[in-house]
């Protein structure tokens, strides 16, 4: 565990001593810690997925080396067998006749052999050249590989200890969520009545303000409508919009979403919810589990562009 992350530790569980405990720490504390762990794991991410970028490229560099090696070693092979052609040529007519006179003083033939010679000398130059920028291009992508499957082990080590201290941290901050007024002491809840001007319960409004506390929405949130049916008329809805103008949400959007509803169905019994729908589904706090819904034909119809919290 890195010394960052241990730092979060001591401030999330306090440092005991023989004569007394550290104080719990304050909403506050725990926010900026929450803040200063994710910063933590998105740096590891980037980190990471930096270094994989980095093995890529030394491997499409070897590739290239290669690539390199062997055109080097194909015009290597061809100016090897037009030297040797020739030799062998001058060989076989031992100096008479027709070859023999080209390959005399005051002709063309020698001077071509000597050319000939000059280039696959110039040839195998490259060759070794390409033959040594091979091996480091494969040497360097080697090296990166393995540092990666190093880097693999510490990084997954470091993100586990920091995922793990984030859920310990959301868990003491839902134990910083009020219950709700009107609880009774059978865990039910007595009645309430819509008012303000908002004209919503306090159960819902105390929901409404936690929700915008906890989470980063950025489009407005529906509650009251004058309608003839469901809990939006009496003042125990609202719809927590994930995007506008019944449009599908992003990826990221939907993710909220998901962590929007998981959360108020694990805060429900303290906070008073009834069910929680969202992405075409139910989950009734009295009969727990999501279930499947109709299709109301279309996108916030089936809320797959909000989440809709009811209350008792």
Not at 65 to 91: F, H, N
Not at 106 to 130: D, F, N, S
Request: aromatic fraction near 6%.
């Amino acid at each position: 565990m890195t010394a960052s992350v241990l730092t979060v530790a001591g401030l999330l569980f306090g440092q005991a001593t023989a004569a007394d405990a550290a104080p719990k720490p304050s909403e506050k504390q725990l926010k900026a810690q929450l803040t200063s762990l994710n910063k933590q794991v998105d740096k590891l991410i980037t980190e990471y997925n930096a270094k994989r970028v980095a093995v890529a490229k030394a491997r499409t560099a070897e590739k290239a080396a290669r690539g390199r090696l062997t055109t080097a070693d194909a015009d290597l092979k061809l100016s090897q067998s037009q030297v040797g052609d020739i030799a062998q040529l001058s060989y076989q007519a031992g100096g008479l006749g027709v070859m023999g006179q080209l390959m005399a003083p005051g002709y063309g033939g020698a001077a071509m052999l000597q050319q000939l010679q000059a280039e696959q000398t110039a040839k195998i130059a490259r060759y070794a050249q390409a033959r040594d920028a091979l091996k480091k291009a494969a040497d360097d992508a080697g090296r990166l590989t393995d540092q990666l499957r190093r880097d693999v082990v510490e990084v997954t080590g470091r993100r586990r200890d920091a995922e793990k201290l984030i859920g310990q941290i959301k868990d003491k901050l839902d134990q910083l969520v009020p219950t709700a007024p009107g609880k009774l002491a059978n865990g039910s809840w007595a009645p309430e009545l819509p008012a303000g001007a908002d004209n919503i319960t306090p159960r819902m409004r105390l929901m409404r303000a936690e929700v915008k506390q906890h989470f980063p929405l950025r489009f407005p949130v529906g509650c009251y409508r004058p309608e003839n049916s469901g809990e939006h008329p009496l003042g125990r809805a609202c719809d927590f919009m994930l995007s506008s103008g019944g449009s599908m949400p992003s990826a990221g959007q939907v993710a909220l979403g998901e962590q929007l509803a998981a959360w108020a169905i694990k805060n429900g019994r303290k906070l008073g919810v009834k069910y929680v729908i969202y992405r075409q589904r139910i989950y009734n706090l009295g009969f727990p589990g999501w279930r499947g819904m109709e299709d109301r034909g279309g996108i916030t119809a089936n809320h797959f562009d909000h989440v809709h919290i009811s209350m008792y």
